[in-house]
């Protein structure tokens, strides 16, 4: 029953806890036990009361009943614990290596995928299959145990017995599992119904305005109504196909007990079973629907788990083409960063083809060559879908140039090793993104060894001291998600003093501070000076007063080198694209 | 009184739909019943058996009893399946439906008190609550009669045994049940550590980029794992408690058979307790169980309920009890659907634009000083009137509070000299259309968002075209039948906006209000709009803008500062007079020209 996938899946979260396996399977093993063994205990008082035993016999068989029974729900209780305990642990460690997959994923696939559906992949379809850890294999064997340890006894006790409620029990499955499927079906036409509604739902309530605003406020609820009756008449068919499953068990454990009761009296007639074996019996049968239920419905988790397995197994199988160098860490100082005739484009069958790049052209970058000499800095213009952030990535090596080579310190990228050119590489970004997590984790980055006192350093230098000292558990305190709370110069001076933090060689500023106002960016200014003193610097603007500190100017367009040369020369010399732009002051339409 | 109690509320969802209630309720006594009459049949079974008391029909007629009352019971159980999903789905359109009708007649900009997502929660989940504490009444109601049943024939055959085992029984699973508030509370705290893990899923997926480029990727794995681990224990704590409130219910079985085992084993021996005896008791005993259950349901959902109420009417402000409760025909039992409705067509003469005067407008946002003060403006049919300021100078304020959107505290609004008293419900197709700054488009095509229920289908081709979006839609590969995505993603902003603009000219009001189109249209783009828009003849239009383009353009421009209007008239006079006036055309930072260009 079990495919490769999912025994891959058992074998590397499963099987390292197996401990807790084989105690989970004790336990279980001793809640089967135990409920198949108080109907005995009734049987044996039911027996000896008949036969007119003595009453502390009797007494001491309830109180061993009562025990049992006590035991039994310790028990359980103990197994839900071990279980969830081995379901949650074996499920984490599934998503932290799921997210670690798909975070070391090409930036291609990230284009490709919104960070809800991959919540959705790594926790829901994950939380989805935490009950196919924990419980699947181990409520199969429990079931089976239960069903098969009941119809032993019942052979044990009267072989016609057995045989009669094998049968049902064989043909119960059978019914019960096609009815099943059916009560899928309708199922399954609810909850989409459901999601339909709420999927409408919450757009038209972020939408209060809009519909407002052209008075269509009858027609959402026209429409409302469309949904409504949608649910209604699945939601309702659902729970009569519930309810028509759960009779049809029902009806064929009606048959069977009756049949066992018709046979209880005739083997008692014909002296082959006491009244207490033929109330033994009848326990047994009732004892016999839960298994058959369980087991069904174990089926049915298995169809649901099957689908998130599969989409586990998808997103594992994405390759990552980025492949980690090998070669020796980058020499101490400040750092030279060149390209050689770097060309760049998106490979055409790349999922998710960034929508910048319009239909077919999808070559970014073309023979791009530049140099930027140790500890100065150079200002990149050009207008939206010119290549100039691709420049940024090329260097950080988020992705790797078709043609060409990118050299840091004069070695090629693709021979450094990652975290190394990532350490003396910084890049700040124009999208700030904060952590739901403390102002220190925001800063490190969850690296846990740099020390506070660098921290409130960093935050002196570039500005945000006095930010610090206001905030009210100091680098504890937490951070809203999204950034909340903090103005957008904060979050810039953030982003920087995370980079400062690691002070690298060569700073990467892709337009940074492009969100800001005017008044903010002058704030932010002096942080970047302080940022960019005694590194290399490349930065990537659409303002020409960010590129003001810049001791060259390189301007792209269309993914190719357009105008380059020292800013003064550029701005001195009348018929430079520089020139004019200083002279209009315009650079280019916001996409 | 302006609200009611929670079972004066739920009585009015009962009086909706009486008959299938009742019915429910009828159904529910004879499904829950069943162990009465089943327990009666088997102790006639085991005692004719065993010859202590012969029951006056064969033991075979026993047995076809047992099989008619099991499948009798079964066949009602799927009535009760049918009469309460009936009542339960259509209560729940009826709160869903008053719900989203209350919000859609308040001021739009205030008309929820929670964000959309946290809203669609109460929709989801406090409805629920609401219309799953009337299953609570139905099956406690037939429970408690076939209880009551059970311990009559009970206390007849041992009121030693009854009393000792069936009553502590009741008590206890009831207590224990009603501890399930604890549980709430557990998987509050579940729930909270869920949410940090997938809000941290959010942030890392969110911040790829920052992480890859600073190699931090494992730091920010490893603390999801200790996030996940938080989350464990919760979840943990959440599903050990639970599993301990639901050992003690079904094992309460266990341990009432033992007790009457052992207080039965003199009688039994003596032959007063007879197996037959046994065998009834143990039958009730489950049902007995179920009621304390049920009895901790009913308590434990009624209160729920009750919270649940008042998180939806204070979702809405102004929405009552009453509202939520107002009797609606819905028509969801029907299963074709009804008509669409019929939008207003064209504004009676006598109510066409002639002006709009506006006067003494205030609106402050609640705890600030921000808003708008003592606005006064008007506008004449065929005009162009614009509104300009700094940012944070009040100008969306005022288009909001002028259409309702927001409710003005103070000042009078008049169409044609006559008193508007509710804008909310006055401004609107025909009289006026509005498109915000950032609009909104829905999931599904283009042409069902610009139309959103204006029945002419050709009135589109001409909508496009003045919104000047039909270039957009001849590049879209299946034109405006297009599906737009989710909040329209698959198109640009630009694209967006036009589509909303495009929303208005369908609908041909006499009044069109833009909300600054230039924040995602081109200086080129946002010319040909308003050139095909002052192309129709006696077009009156009220908009805001800093664009000088749009400002030359204006009959009149309102300047605003700081909430209040420090100057009106036209450009040119007020380029003279008029410092602020002065200051916003000068220095007017516009991203005007492509570098390419």
């Given amino acids: 029953m079990l ?145 098969l340890g009941a119809l032993a006894l019942l052979l044990r006790e009267d072989w016609r017995a057995g045989a009669l409620l094998l049968a049902f029990s064989v043909m119960a499955l059978i019914v019960m599992s096609r009815a099943r499927s059916m009560g899928a079906r309708y199922a399954l036409a609810a909850r989409a119904a459901s999601a339909a509604l709420f999927g409408f739902l919450e757009e038209r309530l972020a939408g209060l305005i809009d519909i407002q605003a052209v008075g269509a406020r009858d027609y959402v609820l026209y429409q409302l109504r469309g949904h409504l009756r949608e649910l209604f008449q699945h939601g309702r068919a659902s729970m009569l196909a519930g309810s028509a499953l759960y009779g049809a068990t029902e ?70 083409s980025l492949v980690d160098g090998t070669g020796r860490d980058l020499p101490d100082g ?65 992705d790797d140039p078709t043609e060409g080579a990118v050299l840091v310190g ?113 704030q932010v200014e002096r942080a970047v000076d302080r940022l960019l003193a005694g590194r290399t610097g490349i930065i990537i603007a659409h303002r020409l007063a960010t590129v003001r500190r810049a001791d060259a100017i390189l301007i792209l367009e269309d993914g190719q080198i357009v105008e380059e040369g020292p800013r003064e020369a550029l701005a001195r010399d009348p018929r430079s694209r520089f020139a004019s732009l200083l002279q209009t002051g315009l650079l280019e339409v916001r996409a | 009184m302006t609200t009611l109690p929670t079972w004066r509320f739920i009585w009015r969802l009962i009086r909706r739909e009486p008959g299938v209630f009742a019915l429910a309720l009828l159904c529910a006594v004879a499904t829950f019943g069943l162990p009465v009459p089943l327990g009666l049949i088997l102790r006639a079974f085991f005692d004719t058996l065993t010859g202590q008391a012969p029951a006056g029909v064969g033991i075979g007629a026993l047995i076809a009893l047992f099989v008619a009352t099991e499948v009798g019971s079964t066949t009602i159980s799927l009535g009760l399946s049918f009469c309460w999903g009936t009542f339960r789905y259509s209560s729940l359109a009826l709160l869903r439906h008053n719900l989203l009708r209350a919000a859609l007649r308040g001021h739009a900009v205030c008309a929820l008190t929670a964000s959309p997502g946290a809203a669609l929660s109460r929709f989801r989940d406090d409805v629920d609550e609401v219309v799953e504490s009337i299953d609570a009444w139905i099956d406690f109601f037939g429970r408690v009669i076939i209880v009551m049943a059970a311990l009559v024939i009970m206390l007849r055959l041992d009121a030693l045994i009854t009393l000792a085992v069936f009553l502590p029984i009741i008590v206890v699973v009831t207590i224990v049940n009603l501890a399930r508030n604890r549980l709430v509370s557990y998987r509050q705290q579940s729930r909270a550590a869920l949410a940090r893990v997938t809000g941290f899923l959010g942030d890392l997926f969110a911040a790829t980029l920052a992480l890859k480029a600073a190699s931090a990727t494992p730091h920010a794995v490893a603390r999801l794992r200790v996030l996940g681990e938080a989350r464990r224990r919760a979840a943990l704590k959440d599903s050990l408690f639970a599993a301990a409130v639901d050992g003690v219910n079904s094992n309460m079985v266990n341990l009432g058979t033992g007790a009457i085992l052992l207080l039965a084993a003199h009688a039994m021996r003596a032959g007063q307790f007879t197996v037959g005896d046994f ?79 506006v006067t003494g407008l205030t609106y402050r946002y609640p705890g600030t000083t921000k808003g708008i003060v003592g606005i006064d403006l008007g506008v004449t049919r065929g005009s162009f009137v614009v509104v300009t300021g700094r940012i944070g100078a009040g100008k969306t304020t005022l288009l909001h509070a002028l259409l309702g959107l927001l409710p003005a505290q103070a000042g009078a609004i008049s169409w044609n000299g006559k008193v508007v008293v509710d804008p909310a419900a006055f401004f609107g197709p025909p009289r006026s259309a509005f498109t915000p700054q950032a609009p909104r488009l829905f999931s599904g095509t283009l042409r069902d968002n610009i139309l959103l229920g204006t029945p002419e289908d050709d009135v589109i081709t001409n909508a496009l075209y003045a919104a000047a979006l039909e270039r957009d839609v001849a590049a879209l590969e299946r034109g405006s039948e297009t599906v737009v995505g989710p909040r329209g993603v698959r198109l640009s902003g630009g694209q967006i906006q036009r589509a909303a603009a495009a929303r208005m000219f369908v609908r041909a009001p006499d009044l069109y209000v833009f909300d600054d189109l230039s924040s995602a249209l081109d200086v080129e783009t946002e010319r040909v709009l308003w050139d095909r828009l002052f192309a129709r003849p006696g077009t ?36 003279t007079t008029c410092a602020e006036m002065q200051r916003l055309w000068a220095g007017e930072v516009e991203p005007a020209t492509s570098l390419s260009e």
């Fill in chain 2, 279 to 357: 065998a009834l008791f143990v039958t009730y005993l489950e049902a007995v169980t179920w009621f304390g259950d049920e009895i901790a349901r009913w308590l434990v959902g009624y209160r729920q309920a009750g919270v649940s109420l008042e998180r939806l009417t204070a979702l809405v402000p102004g929405a009552t009890t009453y509202d939520l409760a107002a009797h609606t025909s819905l028509n969801v039992r029907r299963p074709v659907p009804s008509a669409p409705p019929h939008s207003g067509g064209p504004a009676r003469a006598a109510q066409r634009l002639a002006r709009l005067d």
């Fill in chain 2, 540 to 575: 009156t239009c009220l908009a805001v803008s800093h664009r000088r383009a749009v400002l030359q353009r204006a009959d009149r421009i309102v300047v605003l500062k700081e909430g209040q209007v420090v100057a009106a008239g036209p450009l040119a006079e007020l380029l």
């Fill in chain 1, 3 to 147: 495919d490769t996938p999912y025994r891959q899946l058992y074998r590397a979260y499963l099987l390292p806890r197996w401990p807790r396996l084989a105690l989970l399977a004790a336990l279980l093993l001793g809640i089967t036990g135990l409920e198949l063994l108080n109907p005995q205990i009734v049987r044996y008082f039911i027996d000896t009361a008949q036969a007119g035993g003595a009453v502390s016999v009797l007494v001491r068989a309830a109180a061993l009943f009562l025990g049992v029974a006590l035991l039994g729900q310790a028990v359980r209780v103990a197994e839900t614990y071990v279980a969830e305990n081995l379901g949650w642990s074996a499920t984490n460690a599934l998503r932290g290596d799921l997210a670690a997959h798909c975070l070391d994923l090409d930036l291609s696939f990230h284009h490709a995928h919104t960070p809800g559906e991959l919540i959705e992949r790594i926790d829901g379809d994950v939380t989805a299959l935490a009950n196919f850890f924990s419980r699947f294999v181990i409520q199969v064997i429990g079931s089976g145990l239960l069903l």
């Fill in chain 1, 334 to 398: 400040p750092l030279a960063v060149e390209f050689q005739q770097v060309s760049f484009a998106y490979a055409v069958d790349a999922p998710g083809n960034p929508a910048e790049v319009p239909g077919g052209a999808e070559r970014v970058l073309h023979g791009v060559s530049f140099r930027v000499p140790p500890g100065t800095v150079l200002g990149v213009l050009g207008r939206t879908g010119s290549g100039k952030t691709t420049i940024a990535r090329l260097l950080c090596r988020l």
């Fill in chain 1, 410 to 522: 004069g070695r090629d990228v693709r021979d450094l090793r990652l975290a190394d050119l990532h350490r003396r590489v910084g890049l700040v970004t124009q999208e700030v993104q904060i952590f739901g997590a403390s102002v220190r984790d925001n800063l490190t980055l969850f690296r846990p060894s740099i020390p506070d006192e660098q921290i409130v350093r960093a935050l002196a230098e570039l500005g945000l001291g006095a930010w610090y000292l206001a905030l009210p558990d100091g680098l504890d305190t937490e951070l809203a998600p999204g950034g909340q709370g903090l103005s957008a110069g904060e979050a810039q001076l953030l982003a920087f003093a995370r980079v400062f933090l690691r002070d690298p060689a060569v700073v990467v500023l892709d337009e940074a501070s492009s969100r800001l106002d005017a008044v903010t960016e002058r």
């Fill in chain 1, 251 to 320: 009806s064929i454990f009606t048959i069977a007990t009756a049949a066992v009761l018709a046979l209880g009296v005739y083997l008692y007639h014909a002296g082959a079973m006491s009244v207490g074996a033929v109330y033994l019996i009848v326990q047994y049968t009732a004892m016999l629907r839960q298994p058959v239920r369980q087991l069904t419905r174990q089926a049915r988790d298995f169809q649901n788990a099957s689908a998130s397995i599969t989409r586990v197994q998808q997103l594992y199988a994405v390759p990552r």
